[in-house]
């Protein structure tokens, strides 16, 4: 007896077309997971891709993704976002991390400032004829012409010596008189930190700790200016770079300086808008006889 028509095969890619023809309950829907399989896995590649991009973004220190993306026009902006300073009637200045405050109290015979909260860095002037005195809580910290980053945390108070040296000792009811023997003395490029006395009233004298050059750069990194970008054409980024930046830049063809930008980026961290140009849009920096940097599309 002859055969029946034969049923063709049942492809993957077609099975959805076929199940009012010839193939059976089954086939359709191991094809139709299959399909669903290759969605979700097509998902999954697009997820990993995203998050590696904004892992280096990360590492290239920029402070927030979508740094150098395309966008649509906006209101574009260039801005240097920078410590709030103040300048004292000595001359002496204070840099302010963010939340911090302090009180200002100078008289004939001293200059007192009083560290509220958070994180300062203090300039002094030179004045043989009255000391200069951070009081954070229960630590004292004397200058007289120095520079020195002064820390108040619930659990001790950090003391970072940048220029020069300072005596840090407890706390006195009369500021005016140099403490004999204080706690410790801090030279530039060390730090000590202090407990309070009724958290350790037994404490041994605290340690002076030496602090190298990437942690004395890290702990200070909060002084340094940082540039954002919304939105901004490269020519302007450029420019505020050339004006706070420690390298100078330049465009190889006016036409590259309508690349719009966005993102926030340390001042002094150029390394990271070069490898970002290169590594999104293919701009290349070219080093120039005087020094400059030429950024160019390579032919």
């Known amino acids: 007896m002859p055969d029946g ?8 890619d077609d099975a959805l077309d076929w199940p009012g ?50 966008s649509a026009p906006s209101a574009a902006s260039a801005t ?11 001359g002496s200045q204070i840099e302010l991390n963010a939340g911090a405050e302090v009180r200002v109290e100078y ?18 002037a030179h004045d043989a004829a ?12 004397r200058a007289v012409g120095t520079a020195f980053a002064v820390r108040l945390a619930p659990g001790d108070v950090d003391v970072l010596v940048t ?21 410790a003395f801090v030279a530039k490029g060390a730090r000590v930190a202090v407990a309070p006395a009724h958290l350790a009233p037994a404490a041994p004298a605290p340690a002076v700790v030496s602090v190298s050059a990437p942690e004395l750069a890290e702990r200070q990194a909060w002084r340094v200016p940082r540039l954002e970008f919304n939105d901004t054409p490269l020519r302007e ?16 063809a006016p036409a590259l300086g309508e690349l719009r930008v966005s993102g926030t980026v340390r001042a002094d961290n150029t390394a990271a808008l070069l490898q970002l140009l290169r590594a999104d849009y293919g ?12 950024l160019q599309r390579p032919r």
Do not use: C, I, M, Y
């Open 21 to 70: 023809r010839a193939a059976t309950a089954e086939a359709v829907r191991a094809a139709v997971e299959r399909r669903v399989q290759q969605r979700r896995r097509r998902r999954r590649a697009a997820g990993a891709a995203a998050a590696l991009a904004l892992a280096l973004l990360a590492g290239f220190g920029w402070l927030r993704p979508g740094a150098f993306a395309p």
């Open 80 to 90: 240097l976002v920078q410590p709030a300073r103040q300048l004292l009637a000595d």
């Open 237 to 252: 980024a450029v420019e505020l770079f050339n004006r706070h930046g420690d390298v100078r830049l330049a465009l190889a």
């Open 163 to 183: 220029d020069g040296r300072v005596a840090v000792d407890r706390a006195a009811a009369d500021p005016v008189a140099a403490p004999v023997r204080p706690l």
């Open 5 to 12: 028509p034969k049923t063709p095969p049942l492809a993957a």
């Open 107 to 124: 008289s004939a015979a001293l200059r007192r400032v009083t560290l509220v909260r958070g994180e300062a860095h203090f300039e002094v």
């Open 283 to 294: 701009v290349e920096a070219q080093h120039r006889g005087d020094g400059e940097l030429v």
């Open 130 to 141: 009255r000391p200069f005195v951070v009081v954070a809580g229960e630590v004292a910290v």
